[in-house]
């Protein structure tokens, strides 16, 4: 039960990119097709969950018995950054097929914010490294949804007249909020 | 020296970062729920970038092209750790306020955008002035962001009451929805000005005009991928 709460919570009241502003780039820069949208949303989720493990593993076992903690930062987008490059090396030797449909998007992951959000907020939020994981799962599988109903949208709205001004950014930020206006209603869920 | 102040001044509002370069969106939203808080981050991300680029620019012979991106990463972390640091000694109070988005400031491409389109190319003394100019202009258009949403969500300026206890706060400003509504106005707003002013000026502005977030270069990538993409749906042979 706890464990469905946590999943409830962090895909729909708390969506990481809709009620936490984590990843506003990709949202914004990957979401013109469905298709990319996917690819990025589920590349986000193959790395998040990976990160986590990974930088929770080394703050137990590095940097709290070295006593390293106020290098967190530094430690974890370097741990991101190798890993996201070893992540690519391994895909495109061993799994051609999944670097195929998920290798384009690896490199822009490494500053997507989202990753390194989540691999820091588990540490403020006290997780062990079970929920970590799963927080993980959740915090991206939330993080998926939001840019693939965006990417929907935008598919919709290349067909209709919008004023100038108004066009690209603008308006996916308006309608990002419209969006997370609706999400806000999930909060009386739990 | 005229080039010098140049650098400096374009980031001040020809080329405002949050809203006409459109980088940094994460801060620029989680943050601004009321000005001051919007202000301690501008003046982070001041300090940061342009030691990050004074930086950059002065290593900028020595890094191979390879692992640039993974240099700029580093050198801009141990930055953010400096500010982390100092923010808990200095102002606890807005450290907690701003949470996860003190170390997320390494991954903010506005550092990284002006690594790569700035300090990368360009000697250390121009360099400070993009980066100050950048982060002074980032610090303006939060604090403005920030004022705004404090305002209409608030009722207060700085934590200072403005219309006394008959004003019924419009709390859809300081919640989620209202900084993406928020920002996407003003940013509205500020491509209808351009619009007008090329309009004025005579000059034909290009029909696919967009604010692009010119500096991260990942639409631009996206773009090609789906038309990649296009090109394989269509000629499935090849694939």
Redesign the interface.
């Given at each position: 039960m706890e464990i469905f709460l946590l999943f409830i919570s962090a895909i729909f009241v708390n969506n990481i990119l809709?009620?936490?502003?984590?990843?506003?780039?990709?949202y914004?820069?990957?979401s013109?097709?469905k298709?990319?949208a996917i690819g990025?949303g589920a590349a986000v989720i193959f790395v998040t969950v990976l990160a986590t493990v990974f930088t929770y593993l080394f703050q137990q076992y590095v940097m709290v018995p070295f006593q390293l903690e106020?290098?967190?930062?530094?430690f974890?987008?370097?741990i991101i950054?190798a890993l996201v490059q070893f992540v690519e090396m391994f895909l495109k030797k061993m799994v051609p097929p999944l670097y195929k449909s998920l290798g384009?998007f690896l490199p822009?992951i490494?500053?997507?914010?989202a990753v390194?959000?989540v691999a820091?907020?588990v540490h403020?939020l006290e997780f062990d490294l079970w929920t970590s994981f799963l927080y993980s799962i959740a915090a991206s599988a939330g993080f998926l949804l939001a840019i693939v109903l965006m990417a929907g949208i935008r598919e919709r709205l290349a067909l209709c007249r919008i004023?100038?001004?108004?066009?690209?950014?603008?308006?996916?930020?308006?309608m990002?909020?419209?969006m997370?206006?609706s999400f806000?209603a999930f909060k009386g869920m739990i | 020296m005229a080039t010098v102040m140049q650098e400096f001044t374009k980031g001040l509002w020809k080329e405002l970062p949050p809203f006409r370069l459109?980088l940094g969106?994460?801060p620029t939203?989680?943050v601004t729920t009321n000005a001051e808080n919007g202000l301690g981050m501008g003046l982070a991300v001041i300090f940061v970038l342009a030691l990050s680029n004074v930086l950059i620019s002065l290593v900028r012979n020595i890094i191979p092209k390879k692992v640039r991106?993974?240099c700029f990463?580093?050198i801009a972390?141990?930055l953010?750790?400096a500010v982390?640091?100092l923010m808990q000694a200095y102002a606890y109070g807005l450290y907690q306020q701003l949470?996860?988005f003190v170390?997320?400031i390494?991954?903010?491409?506005i550092i990284?955008g002006r690594a790569e389109a700035f300090a990368g190319k360009n000697p250390p003394l121009a360099s400070l002035a993009d980066g100050l100019g950048m982060g002074l202009g980032f610090t303006f258009s939060l604090t403005f962001l920030g004022g705004i949403r404090e305002i209409l969500g608030v009722g207060e300026i700085f934590g200072v009451g403005l219309f006394g206890p008959s004003f019924h706060p419009f709390t859809?400003m300081v919640?989620?929805?209202?900084?993406?509504?928020c920002?996407?106005?003003i940013?509205?707003?500020m491509?209808?000005l351009s619009?007008w002013q090329a309009k004025r000026a005579g000059v034909q502005l290009d029909p696919h005009?967009?604010?692009?977030?010119s500096g991260?270069g990942?639409?631009k990538?996206?773009?090609q991928?789906?038309a990649q993409?296009k090109l394989e749906r269509m000629n499935p042979a090849q694939g």
């Open positions: 809709l009620a936490q502003y984590l990843g506003n780039c990709p914004l820069g990957c013109k097709e298709g990319v990025m106020y290098l967190q930062t530094i974890f987008i370097l950054a384009i822009l490494t500053t997507n914010c390194l959000g820091i907020l403020r004023p100038r001004s108004m066009q690209g950014i603008p308006n996916g930020l308006i990002a909020g419209i997370s206006l806000l | 459109v969106l994460c939203l989680a991106i993974v990463i580093a972390a141990s953010v750790v982390e640091m949470g996860i170390p997320l390494v991954v903010n491409c990284l859809f919640q989620a929805p209202g900084a993406f509504v920002l996407g106005l940013l509205a707003g491509n209808y619009v005009f967009d604010a692009g977030c991260c990942a639409c990538m996206m773009d991928i789906a993409k």
